[in-house]
């Protein structure tokens, strides 16, 4: 079974455990690493094209407003055929109760039929939110697994989780 990871995550100031901190690595890039050691898959990352800004409260200003108007941030690159893979693994954060808008820039150019999707969120109090209901209305024709809610600050231990969600 051939495996790609679609990914987005975000450096420097987030919300962790109850205060901003500064990280120089996201933990959606994470999970990936960790999903990308564990089965051998493709990698692909979401970048927007206009970097988010560093500051914590201005990219909540700046997403929140994305999602109020359902905007699709434009990319640096995207993914155009997935038609060589059977299994795909989106790993996201949570950003006002499902992905950012970036993620659904890239999910609803593709083709998703005959593709089995894993939808993986990050988060640190808000689980999974309204994900599973938009992953169905973007991946239109693929059978959609359940999905995985890590905590953000969990995501450097989730090997054995994440390798019994992927059945693995």
Not at 23 to 39: D, F, L, R, S
Not at 41 to 58: G, I, M, S
Not at 64 to 86: C, G, M, T
């Amino acid at each position: 079974m051939k495996s790609l990871i679609i990914y987005f995550s975000r450096r420097g100031e987030n919300y962790i455990n109850g205060m901003v901190q500064d990280i120089t690595k996201g933990n959606c890039e994470i999970v990936a690493e960790i999903v990308k050691e564990i089965t051998g898959a493709d990698v692909f990352e979401v970048q927007t094209l206009v970097p988010y800004p560093v500051e914590y409260e201005k990219v909540i200003e700046q997403t929140q407003e994305e999602y109020r108007v359902k905007a699709r941030p434009e990319l640096k690159e995207y993914l155009d055929d997935i038609s060589a893979y059977d299994r795909i693994i989106l790993v996201g954060p949570n950003w006002w109760d499902t992905y950012p808008m970036a993620m659904f820039t890239e999910l609803e150019r593709l083709d998703w039929k005959g593709k089995t999707v894993y939808p993986c969120i990050t988060h640190e109090d808000s689980g999974m939110g309204f994900l599973m209901r938009d992953i169905h209305r973007f991946c239109r024709g693929a059978t959609i697994k359940d999905g995985l809610a890590i905590r953000g600050t969990d995501v450097s231990q989730a090997g054995g989780l994440l390798k019994a969600w992927l059945d693995l």
